[in-house]
């Protein structure tokens, strides 16, 4: 086994980076515009079609489509789960920025508020992004 062995490790729920089928969430690395698999307040997917090329910490910066805010951190590749044709490769949160954490927290309640299925509450958005995680 690789030292990138499939393992979950996010404690809290994590979500899907679309919204109406199109990519909301992106992460820029090396100048390059990367749309996310999933977000959450631990860390994030990519799409790969190789492993990572070690696990040292990395510059980051995410962005939501249509905000011109950004969040800035550092991360660390975490695993890298094989697929058919590309793989995905998790990533966690090493350090966020200045008031990164709060913006992710934010911007994670109002994903969740625009993409429920049924009506909820601001207060109930930020329970399921603090919550654990149901995968």
Not at 32 to 57: K, M, V
Not at 93 to 102: H, N, R, T
Not at 116 to 134: D, F, M, N, W, Y
Request: proline share 5%; with cysteine; charged share 25%.
């Amino acid at each position: 086994m690789s030292q990138y062995e499939y393992n979950e490790r996010r404690q809290r729920q994590r979500f899907l980076a679309k919204r109406g089928g199109a990519t909301c969430f992106w992460v820029a690395l090396d100048g390059n515009r990367i749309p996310l698999i999933d977000l959450s307040l631990e860390g994030f997917s990519i799409a790969a079609e190789t492993a990572p090329d070690g696990d040292q910490p990395f510059a980051f910066e995410l962005r939501l489509e249509g905000i011109p805010d950004k969040i800035k951190g550092q991360a660390q590749h975490m695993n890298f789960v094989p697929g058919d044709p590309e793989g995905q490769i998790g990533c966690r949160f090493i350090s966020l920025e200045g008031e990164g954490a709060m913006r992710l927290h934010e911007w994670l309640t109002i994903h969740v508020i625009a993409t429920a299925t049924v009506r909820i509450t601001a207060k109930e958005a930020e329970k399921i992004v603090e919550g654990p995680s149901l995968i």
